[in-house]
């Protein structure tokens, strides 16, 4: 019984957008997240220029290709009951170094307005929590985002 629970919840919540690749998957789902941690404060220019040059860096697309897919990740955001259609893509396609660059991608953009709120904060752990990133590792992302997004 769990087990056709399980499936069920895989084929229907991380059912692949159709038509889309798998490589192009993963950069939707990261792109997701990025965009809810974005979203989270309200729409900022800075956090939103953010998101735009970590998708553009990480995944070597053209600004056209990366606003597009932003775009995308947006609408699949509203869309999202959750963020198990995003987290459990990337789990089974990325390893630990991965995953922890993700993270520290979603701090790059918390702290790209120079301040992160608590519920920033909480989305970000649950994320990581989700991704199951070590400690060690999710506390080393932090520290390169905040590092990397000037906040000292």
């Not at 963020?83 to 991608?105: C, G, M």
């Amino acid at each position: 019984m769990l087990d056709s629970i399980r499936r069920f919840f895989d084929q229907q919540l991380a059912s692949p957008v159709v038509g889309m690749g798998e490589e192009r998957q993963l950069e939707l789902a990261t792109a997701a997240l990025l965009v809810e941690v974005m979203r989270l404060d309200g729409v900022d220019q800075d956090e939103r220029a953010t998101v735009l040059r970590a998708v553009t860096d990480k995944f070597g697309l053209a600004d056209d290709e990366a606003q597009a897919l932003v775009a995308m990740a947006e609408d699949e955001v509203r869309e999202a009951v959750g963020y198990y259609q995003f987290t459990s893509l990337i789990n089974r396609h990325y390893d630990v170094a991965r995953k922890e660059r993700i993270v520290e991608l979603m701090w790059r953009v918390a702290w790209a307005d120079a301040s992160v709120s608590a519920h920033e904060m909480h989305v970000i752990r649950k994320i990581a929590d989700l991704l199951h990133l070590p400690h060690a590792s999710y506390v080393a992302a932090k520290q390169r985002g905040r590092l990397a997004a000037g906040a000292g």
